[in-house]
């Protein structure tokens, strides 16, 4: 993310392609001749830890781990409290995540620093019924905290403006449909 970032709220860096926000749009730091923004190490975790994920969600959800596949976009994002410059900074409305990213079945969010103490506002929340605020289901960030729902209309949710500080997660999405699936990013 010191590589680049947007002069708005939100900042994203997609692990599979490399595309990071830059002021208003996106550079590529996989790009770079001989890039050190990843390394083996730091491969070897991602894998370990979505591998973890994965299994979590095919229990939870009770399905074959031979039909779950890692999915298109897996990225950081980091939030801000600044205002928004363009439409993708605008991270706190209500949204379906498979109406933005079609293959998504199941999303799942690592969160990377803690809900009042990293940063404030930011909590998570689900609409279960978007005309009585009584049954949203909030979800505090926390450091470790992984969270994992299906993707569809049944879990419209958003999540709230960073008031101070920076909010650092990790979404890593994954589908039923063997030709979307995606490989683990390599080095090259
Ligand atoms: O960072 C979060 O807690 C959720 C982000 C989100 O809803 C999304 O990327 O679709
Ligand atoms: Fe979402």
New binding site residues.
């Given amino acids: 993310m010191a590589l680049g970032g947007s002069q708005g709220g939100a900042s994203i860096m997609d692990l599979h392609s490399g595309a990071l926000s830059f002021n208003d749009k996106f550079i590529n730091v996989y790009a770079q001749k001989k890039h050190n923004v990843l390394t083996p190490t730091d491969l070897a975790v991602y894998k370990l830890v979505r591998t973890k994920i994965q299994n979590a969600i095919a229990e939870t959800f009770g399905i074959d781990i031979n039909s779950l596949f890692l999915t298109h976009p897996t990225?950081f994002?980091r939030?801000t409290s600044l205002e928004a410059v363009t439409p993708h900074d605008e991270?706190w409305h209500a949204?379906i995540?498979k109406h933005?990213?079609e293959s998504f079945h199941y999303?799942s969010?690592l969160?990377l620093n803690d809900y009042g103490v990293d940063f404030k506002g930011?909590r998570?929340i689900f609409f279960n019924d978007i005309s009585n605020p009584t049954k949203n289901v909030t979800?505090e960030?926390r450091k470790g905290r992984v969270?994992m729902f299906t993707s569809g209309s049944e879990n419209p949710?958003?999540?709230e403006r960073v008031s101070e500080g920076l909010?650092f997660?990790i979404?890593v999405s994954f589908t039923c449909d063997p030709l979307k699936a995606i490989q683990d990013p390599v080095l090259k």
């Fill in positions: 990225f994002s939030l991270y949204h995540d933005t990213y999303t969010l969160y930011g998570f979800v960030p969270s949710h958003s999540v909010r997660a979404t």
